[in-house]
């Protein structure tokens, strides 16, 4: 199984992250941020309502069509929306976002590895995992871990710069400032929409 990963990982062509930075962070962000990612238990999402689950019904079969070409076994696709889903609503962020995020990061590419070193589905930096997590850095190319730590993070740059998405994007991408990136994340949300 380790040499599979290590042999697609050869072969997989780099991701085009930017270089998220270590940010000072105080006690009670970084306490927030690791029992963020802590809870291991797979998504059971939950509904208030029969409108609310047919939504999200509709939701998955429509994003399963759309990921098909990208996400060809329809097991690991669904697999894979529903913990986008959980995962981004669990952080209090449209699942769109976090999907057109997903396609600038990596392109739908549980593998992927930047030039920086960012890794797996958002791109997510090792760096991650000492300030929050246990250390597990090749815990960042599990589905769950990896966009549970993505999402708790994106998150956490919207609270810093007070809503502001645009420069939480850049700040999530290690480009502040720049418009390439942010542009790049919200017209690919808007596939999603």
Same mark, same amino acid.
């Given at each position: 199984?380790?040499?599979?990963?290590?042999?697609?990982?050869?072969?997989?062509?780099?991701?085009?992250?930017?270089?998220?930075?270590?940010?000072?962070?105080?006690?009670?962000?970084?306490?927030?941020?690791?029992?963020?990612?802590?809870?291991?238990?797979?998504?059971?999402?939950?509904?208030?309502?029969?409108?609310?689950?047919?939504?999200?019904?509709?939701? #998955?079969?429509?994003?399963?069509?759309?990921?098909?070409?990208?996400?060809?076994?329809?097991?690991?696709? &669904?697999?894979?929306?529903?913990?986008?889903?959980?995962?981004? +609503?669990?952080?209090?962020?449209?699942?769109?976002?976090?999907?057109?995020?997903?396609?600038?990061?990596?392109?739908?590419?549980?593998?992927?590895?930047?030039?920086?070193?960012? +890794?797996?589905?958002?791109?997510?930096?090792?760096?991650?995992?000492?300030?929050?997590?246990?250390?597990?850095?090749?815990? #960042?190319? &599990?589905?769950?871990?990896?966009?549970?730590?993505?999402?708790?993070?994106?998150?956490? $740059?919207?609270?810093?710069?007070?809503?502001?998405? $645009?420069?939480?994007?850049?700040?999530? &991408?290690?480009?502040?400032?720049?418009?390439?990136?942010?542009?790049?994340?919200?017209?690919?949300? &808007?596939?999603?929409?």
């Amino acid at each position: 199984m380790l040499a599979g990963c290590a042999v697609a990982l050869a072969l997989a062509s780099p991701a085009h992250a930017g270089n998220q930075k270590e940010e000072a962070l105080a006690d009670s962000v970084r306490l927030a941020l690791a029992n963020a990612i802590k809870d291991a238990s797979p998504p059971q999402p939950t509904f208030r309502s029969d409108t609310e689950r047919q939504r999200y019904q509709g939701w #998955l079969a429509q994003a399963s069509a759309r990921l098909q070409r990208k996400l060809p076994d329809a097991q690991t696709r &669904n697999e894979f929306l529903a913990t986008v889903w959980y995962e981004a +609503r669990r952080a209090g962020l449209e699942p769109g976002m976090v999907l057109g995020l997903i396609q600038v990061e990596s392109a739908y590419r549980k593998y992927a590895v930047s030039m920086v070193g960012a +890794r797996g589905y958002m791109q997510v930096m090792p760096f991650w995992t000492n300030v929050i997590g246990d250390r597990n850095r090749s815990a #960042l190319f &599990n589905m769950q871990t990896n966009l549970r730590y993505g999402c708790a993070i994106l998150r956490m $740059y919207i609270d810093m710069e007070a809503g502001n998405l $645009y420069l939480a994007l850049g700040r999530y &991408n290690g480009s502040r400032g720049r418009p390439e990136y942010p542009n790049a994340v919200l017209s690919a949300w &808007n596939n999603w929409k």
